[in-house]
């Protein structure tokens, strides 16, 4: 009999499905599907409304096709220019009214490219075709991409006349093909697939059992029937994170670490010194928490978050300087080669004269000059290492790695982190991001993270006024600020011109804004320039004589740019709210009181919702707090973190209830059964071990 609460996984090989020999299951495995559960769980991308009678609801995953079902009156072939032939048939639909069905086919010579269809539709034969049309009211035309016949049994169980599954696919496998292997599939396997969920969580939540779930995700009989597919699939997977967070963060508090600090003062009060500031509040009690983390017995996770400009630098090189006062090594690690040389800048100001040793490591750094900082960091010469992700690389080794400074936190994903932190044994772990993290994801993306913020600017900065404008209204100001002496980003949504219709591009918009303005210094940035330009373009911008900067998103993070005033962004309704809360970060990093100007395209009443709230509110951490910054921010997760996630279905800038949901469970259940060792908690233990144990390196399970 089934058992309820013990859960395995299913094995069976795909070779169990009829007509799936050696040829086809290596199709499959191309695609990542070895035994029947994989295919079972193989998700599909979106869904198609086939159905005559569709839903008047809207839902997001869901495309609606036009269908007509009926008898064929007359068909007739015609020819196009180009090679293409036309393949014509008029239906009476059951449902009256007639459509004429469009088939377009490359003309192939020696070929008879329509003898299916002629046969197919003889006056008199039933048929269904499905496609697109700009008559979706009547239905007087439709341009057709599948037809089945009437007579066809497994075609109106599948493929038409109802919600169809689509996937993504590999070449020399059709949707249809695909359809129904999954189909078979199921057949075979759907029930036996066991629930590890319990049954207290299943009722409390209202969940679909998982073979129900999965047979309505694949082929579900309505939207109700999809969306609570959805719902119990996206909440096994946010519960089973949720929980692998906690015991991730229970197990790194757990193991002691074999070190611990003295504050000697012989590094960090010179530091104190050459910046030139009091250090704000924020900073101070920041720099606490990091230090009393960093000599507790076991090692530091924290995740610092400030406002864009608060200074998060100085703080993360208090801590690295505690570190090399103890006589071990530090990284410091950025999300982008810009940023990386940035901090170096910074590093060499602010530690001038100091007995300390630091480089700068990147993608283009030369091999003789790699091999030589690898060495210093081999023999522990040098003290600090600041870079990018070229630091992860398996060839950088260090003496007595302590302490990985993570910057920009957003734009890294958990693997990235890990790694970072295995370079030492178990070293301490600080990551900084300026992109503030409604609770609710924080808790899930950061679970094994304490959190510090630093609130308040520095004193003196004024808070940017923000205000939409035209063109010509930015390039008056532009000519103003300049010959105020003040610097200029002007900031595009592309690199080059593209079909994309109504995005302006950095390089055509630079070509006209240099002819606009002859007598200024202007400079272009973007991401597919060579590191060397990039890198002296951003020189000449920080420290040169470049007045304005043309450039795309890569000026989003970390560009510290004091004597900059003015911010435009092009196309500003086409950026998410936490991208234009970076982008406009990027001026009142000094004294002067500056401005961000909106230049917009044609808008969305959503976009008009983000606008209008990046006018009104100065504050990231209040943008924060508000619905629209979640909705279409995609932006504050990179694939990278979704891939790492591992989340087939979950998408957590749209599924926060859900995830409400699962961490409130996750928290009750690890309250009651810490250990997750009680019989009705076995199935989701066994999934945890399966899903997570490998990966994640979770001891504490297995
Ligand atoms: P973020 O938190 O955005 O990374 P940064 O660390 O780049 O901010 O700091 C922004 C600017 O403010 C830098 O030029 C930095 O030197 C300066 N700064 C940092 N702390 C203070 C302070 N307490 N008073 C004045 N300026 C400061
Ligand atoms: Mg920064």
């Known amino acids: 009999m089934l058992c309820l609460i013990c859960y395995k996984r299913i094995m069976t090989s795909l070779r169990f499905i009829k007509g799936i020999g050696p040829k086809k299951a290596a199709l499959f495995n191309k695609l990542g599907i070895a035994d029947i559960e994989d295919l079972a769980f193989y998700f599909p991308r979106k869904w198609i409304d086939r159905r005559l009678d569709q839903e008047k609801k809207d839902l997001p995953f869901v495309s609606k096709a036009a269908v007509a079902c009926g008898e064929v009156i007359s068909?007739?072939?015609?020819?196009?220019?180009?090679?293409?032939?036309?393949?014509?048939?008029?239906?009476?639909?059951?449902?009256?009214?007639?459509?004429?069905?469009?088939f377009f086919k490359r003309r192939a010579r020696g070929f008879d490219v329509f003898a299916s269809l002629r046969k197919d539709f003889r006056p008199g034969s039933r048929v269904w075709i499905t496609g697109d049309s700009d008559d979706m009211l009547f239905l007087s035309r439709i341009r057709a991409q599948e037809y089945y016949c009437d007579n066809d049994a497994l075609a109106k169980k599948l493929h038409i006349g109802r919600i169809i599954p689509v996937y993504s696919l590999t070449e020399g496998l059709t949707g249809k093909a695909m359809r129904e292997t999954v189909a078979a599939g199921l057949a075979i396997a759907a029930d036996g697939i066991g629930d590890f969920l319990p049954a207290r969580i299943r009722s409390k939540r209202a969940l679909f059992s998982r073979a129900e779930a999965l047979r309505s995700i694949h082929f579900p009989e309505n939207y109700f029937q999809l969306e609570f597919a959805r719902k119990r699939l996206i909440y096994e997977e946010?519960?089973?994170?949720?929980?692998?967070?906690?015991?991730?963060?229970?197990?790194?508090?757990?193991?002691?670490?074999?070190?611990?600090?003295?504050?000697?003062?012989?590094?960090?009060?010179?530091?104190?010194?050459?910046?030139?500031?009091?250090?704000?509040?924020?900073?101070?009690?920041?720099?606490?928490?990091?230090?009393?983390?960093?000599?507790?017995?076991?090692?530091?996770?924290?995740?610092?978050?400030?406002?864009?400009?608060?200074?998060?630098?100085?703080?993360?090189?208090?801590?690295?300087?505690?570190?090399?006062?103890?006589?071990?090594?530090?990284?410091?690690?950025?999300?982008?080669?810009i940023l990386a040389q940035q901090h170096f800048f910074a590093f060499e100001k602010f530690?001038?004269?100091l007995k300390v040793r630091f480089e700068l490591l990147t993608g283009s750094t030369p091999a003789a000059k790699r091999k030589k900082i690898l060495e210093g960091l081999a023999s522990g010469e040098t003290d600090i290492i600041i870079g990018t992700h070229a630091i992860l690389s398996s060839g950088v080794k260090f003496k007595n790695f302590r302490l990985a400074v993570v910057d920009e936190q957003h734009r890294f994903g958990v693997r990235q982190r890990a790694a970072m932190r295995n370079k030492g044994d178990l070293a301490d772990m600080l990551v900084m991001t300026a992109t503030p993290i409604p609770r609710s994801l924080f808790l899930s993306m950061y679970g094994d993270l304490d959190l510090s913020t630093i609130k308040e600017l520095p004193a003196g900065r004024k808070p940017v006024k923000t205000l939409e404008t035209d063109e010509q209204t930015a390039f008056d100001a532009v000519a103003r600020e300049t010959a105020a002496g003040n610097k200029v980003y002007i900031v595009y949504p592309a690199i080059e011109d593209s079909v994309q219709a109504g995005l302006k591009a950095v390089k055509t918009e630079f070509e006209k804004i240099k002819k606009f303005f002859p007598h200024l210094k202007i400079d272009?940035?973007?991401?597919?320039?060579?590191?060397?330009?990039?890198?002296k373009a951003m020189e000449n911008f920080a420290a040169g004589d470049t007045q304005v900067l043309v450039a795309t998103q890569v000026v989003e993070v970390g560009l510290d740019v004091p004597e900059a005033s003015l911010m435009i962004i092009n196309n500003a309704e086409r950026f998410g709210l936490a991208a234009l809360h970076q982008l406009r970060g990027r001026v009142g990093r000094g004294n002067k009181q500056s401005k961000c100007l909106l230049v917009c395209g044609s808008r969305t009443a959503e976009s008009s919702e983000r606008l209008a709230a990046l006018v009104n509110c100065p504050s990231?951490?209040?943008?924060?707090?508000?619905?629209?910054?979640?909705?279409g921010a995609g932006d504050i997760f990179t694939e990278e973190q979704h891939g790492d996630m591992g989340f087939k279905l979950a998408d957590l800038s749209r599924d926060g209830e859900i995830l409400r949901q699962a961490i409130s469970d996750k928290d009750e259940l690890l309250s009651i059964d810490p250990g997750i060792s009680a019989p009705e908690n076995a199935g989701i233990r066994a999934k945890l071990i399966e899903q997570y144990a490998g990966k994640w390196n979770l001891i504490d399970l297995s």
């Open 620 to 631: 990231g951490f209040e943008l924060s707090q508000k619905d629209i910054y979640l909705r």
């Open 524 to 535: 272009l940035l973007h991401g597919r320039m060579k590191s060397g330009e990039k890198k």
């Open 238 to 337: 946010l519960l089973l994170f949720a929980l692998a967070c906690s015991i991730r963060r229970r197990e790194i508090r757990e193991i002691p670490k074999h070190f611990s600090y003295e504050v000697k003062r012989h590094l960090l009060t010179p530091f104190r010194r050459n910046l030139g500031f009091e250090l704000t509040a924020g900073q101070k009690k920041a720099i606490n928490e990091i230090f009393d983390d960093m000599m507790a017995p076991v090692p530091m996770a924290r995740l610092l978050e400030g406002e864009v400009g608060s200074g998060k630098t100085v703080v993360a090189l208090s801590a690295m300087l505690l570190v090399a006062e103890n006589g071990a090594q530090s990284a410091f690690i950025a999300p982008t080669e």
């Open 75 to 102: 068909a007739r072939e015609a020819y196009a220019a180009s090679g293409l032939v036309i393949f014509k048939a008029m239906i009476k639909r059951d449902g009256g009214g007639n459509t004429e069905a469009v």
């Open 351 to 353: 530690l001038k004269g």
